[in-house]
C-alpha cells in the first residue's frame, strides 16, 4: 500500500500560482500511475489531472486544461501539480491518489488528508 502526504497549499489572490506536492512511500511508486483530484465545499470529489507512470501521458479536466500541469519525478516518489492563472473556482482540498490507469481516472488507493488551496477574487 502507497501512503501518500500531499502539500503545497496555500492562500493566493486570483492569477496566482502555487506547486503542490504528493509524497509517496513504496518502492512500487515508479511503476504506478497518479492523479490529482479535488474536493470544493458542498461539492463532490472530482478529478483534475493524471499522469502514467513515466510521466510521458498526461490528461486534464477541461477546467484546468492550459494553466495546470502534472509531473512527476520517480527518483524523489514525487508528484506534482503546477497551478498557475488560479481561479477562485479553483479553491479546494486537493488530493493525491495511485489510478487504476491514466486515461480511467479512476481512483484505485487509500485518500491522504489532502492540501487546502483557497483563491481569492
Known amino acids: 500500500q502507497v501512503q501518500l502526504v500531499e502539500s503545497g497549499g496555500g492562500l493566493v489572490q486570483a492569477g496566482g500560482s502555487l506547486r503542490l506536492s504528493c509524497a509517496a512511500s513504496?518502492?512500487?511508486?515508479?511503476?504506478?500511475?497518479m492523479g490529482w483530484f479535488r474536493r470544493a465545499p458542498g461539492k463532490e470529489r472530482e478529478f483534475v489531472a493524471t499522469?502514467?507512470?513515466?510521466?510521458?501521458?498526461?490528461y486534464y479536466a477541461d477546467s484546468v486544461k492550459g494553466r495546470f500541469t502534472i509531473s512527476r519525478d520517480n527518483a524523489k516518489n514525487t508528484v506534482y501539480l503546477q497551478m498557475n492563472r488560479l481561479k477562485p473556482e479553483d479553491t479546494a482540498v486537493y488530493y493525491c491518489?495511485?489510478?487504476?490507469?491514466?486515461?480511467?481516472?479512476?481512483?484505485?488507493?487509500?485518500w491522504g488528508q489532502g492540501t487546502q488551496v483557497t483563491v481569492s477574487s
Open positions: 491518489n495511485q489510478v487504476y490507469a491514466a486515461i480511467s481516472k479512476a481512483p484505485g488507493g487509500s
Open positions: 499522469i502514467n507512470w513515466s510521466g510521458g501521458i498526461t
Open positions: 513504496g518502492r512500487i511508486f515508479s511503476s504506478l500511475d
